[in-house]
């Protein structure tokens, strides 16, 4: 158990829905990081933020969204929903940056 | 984007050989990590190998740096069947726009180990 926890844990959802994946760190870490995982795109960097502030911005679409709260847990917020939005979702976190980082076991996100 | 690319795609060996895997990069780095994922599931951080180091140990794990050639080696010694996963390198960068860091993961090496 890494001590990452991300809800739900499977989400099957229509095309066009939006949805919200909730990440908790690890207790004292101030970073999270966004990843999606996909067959055929790997596992893509999303979104990293630092006590509440982005840090880093990879290949995060526009229609996604992310934001850290003051408890430091995040969400990651999906909408105008694709089907090839469908894959996994994994949030990790770390004490600071350029370190090692705790990821979560995923939400699977299934768009139909 | 990828960052790193892992070679081999996958590997297969037996019980008790050694399996080494490759990583190339493309840019400067503050440190390069590798990470483990059994199918479908999160990912576990194996080692750390700081932009200023050339190699370390951890159990039966040996990385190497080339920061010349941005390459990078795991070696998994005397493995076991329990080490079938897949392996990940992931270059820690800094973003220039936030202040933060990038951890941005190869392709993978999905490496099977037969009894």
């Known amino acids: 158990d890494s001590g990452v926890t991300q809800t739900p844990k499977h989400l099957i959802t229509a095309t066009g829905q939006r949805v919200t994946l909730r990440c908790s760190p690890r207790?004292?870490?101030?970073?999270v990081y966004w990843y999606q995982q996909s067959l055929d795109q790997g596992l893509q960097f999303l979104i990293q933020?630092?006590?509440?502030?982005?840090?880093a911005k990879g290949n995060i679409l526009e229609r996604f969204s992310a934001q850290q709260f003051p408890d430091l847990h995040s969400e990651l917020n999906l909408s105008s929903l694709e089907l090839g939005d469908s894959a996994l979702y994994f949030c990790?976190?770390?004490?600071?940056?350029?370190?090692?980082?705790?990821f979560g076991q995923g939400t699977r996100l299934t768009v139909v | 984007s990828q960052q790193g690319e892992e070679d081999p795609q996958a590997l297969s060996i037996q019980e008790g050989e050694n399996a080494t895997m490759n990583c190339s990069y493309k840019?400067?780095?503050?440190?390069l990590q590798w990470y483990r994922q059994n199918s479908g599931r999160g990912l576990v951080h194996l080692i750390l190998?700081?932009?200023?180091?050339r190699e370390k140990h951890s159990g039966r794990l040996r990385v190497t740096l080339d920061t010349s050639k941005k390459s990078s080696s795991l070696l998994i010694t005397a493995s076991r069947a329990a080490d079938t996963a897949s392996y990940f390198c992931?270059?820690?960068?800094?973003?220039?726009?936030?202040?933060?860091?990038?951890?941005?993961f190869g392709t993978g090496t999905q490496l099977k180990v037969e009894l």
């Open positions: 933020y630092y006590n509440g502030e982005e840090r």
């Open positions: 840019t400067s780095i503050n440190n």
């Open positions: 992931a270059t820690d960068t800094f973003s220039f726009t936030g202040g933060g860091n990038k951890l941005t």
């Open positions: 207790s004292g870490d101030l970073s």
């Open positions: 990790a976190s770390s004490p600071s940056t350029a370190v090692e980082a705790f």
């Open positions: 190998i700081r932009s200023n180091e």
